[in-house]
């Protein structure tokens, strides 16, 4: 079992800034890879970004590629995204996620996933 807590979600205006963290933790957390989706009003959940804890190699979706940069601390066990530039589109529950050993943008294969963390962008 893995429990992932996000935080840092908020309301903020159009062109801020903000960064969302995950810690995760539980048993064999460490055998998880970590990434982020999201869920705006209406919409299916859509991947973001992920981070390979073995190179740090980011990997990152369509739709914020550019605006966000995924960043982690193996030791911690936390994930961090960094979002520049928001736009009200940007508007979504932003869900923490993990997968067993490898990252697939598609939902299906996520293992668990945390509560969530509204981003509100206003115009």
């Known amino acids: 079992q893995v429990q992932l807590v996000e935080s840092g979600g908020g309301l903020v205006q159009g062109g801020d800034s903000l960064t969302l963290s995950c810690a995760a933790s539980g048993r064999h957390a460490s055998r998880y890879i970590l990434g982020w989706f999201r869920q705006a009003p209406g919409k299916d959940r859509e991947f973001v970004a992920t981070?390979?804890?073995?190179?740090?190699?980011?990997a990152y979706g369509d739709s914020m590629k550019g605006r966000v940069t995924i960043s982690g601390d193996n030791a911690r066990r936390t994930i961090y995204l960094q979002m520049n530039d928001l736009k009200p589109e940007d508007t979504a529950v932003y869900y923490c996620a993990a997968q067993y050993k490898i990252f697939s943008p598609r939902t299906p294969y996520v293992n668990y996933w945390g509560r969530g963390t509204q981003v509100t962008v206003s115009s």
């Open positions: 981070i390979n804890w073995s190179n740090d190699s980011p």
